[in-house]
């Protein structure tokens, strides 16, 4: 563990520690993604243990990372025993989005960077914010709350497909910001 600092204001949840996992101190993660690549990545995390506050002044430097059984093993900076993971059980974790690694794919996008955008649709109408994402199975669906406060609407779920998608931009100083869909304001 390192000294008190701040931590940044991009943190992400990404996962949370299900266990200890052998003698030596490493922690065995269950994460939030199917593709935790931000857990594999990120120098630093940071973790809050419940009931706790959100106390997010411990940053814990990540010494190794890898995939086991679906799950990720991490070691950490000053955790050396099992006695010393086990009191981490239960921890949510964070990782500073600036740690996520670039997206490969011009059609690939982290979930958080989603979070927020206004969609429309062909005729420009706007359907609302994205206010969360799922998974079922076959593909990702965007959870759009309405744009209307009047309407009884109040969430409408668009599959996250090529089909479908027509734009996304996630760039804010863009005029285009937001995503496009070829989606009806009464579907």
Known sequence: ????????????????????????????????????????????????????????????SVKTSKEHSGQVLLGLDGVSDRDQALVLKGSAIYVSRADFPSQADDDSFYWVDLIGLPVTNLQGEALGVVSDLMDNGAQSILCVKSADAKSDKGEQLIPFIKTVIQSVTVDKSSEKYGIVVDWQLDW
């Open 1 to 60: 563990m390192s000294q008190t600092v701040s931590p940044p204001v991009d943190l992400v949840l990404v996962g949370h520690v299900l266990d200890a996992q052998g003698i030596r101190g490493l922690i065995k993660v269950k994460p939030y993604s199917k593709e935790p690549l931000a857990l594999f990545s990120a120098p630093i995390i940071w973790l809050v243990k419940p009931p706790a506050s959100l106390d997010l002044s411990h940053p814990f």
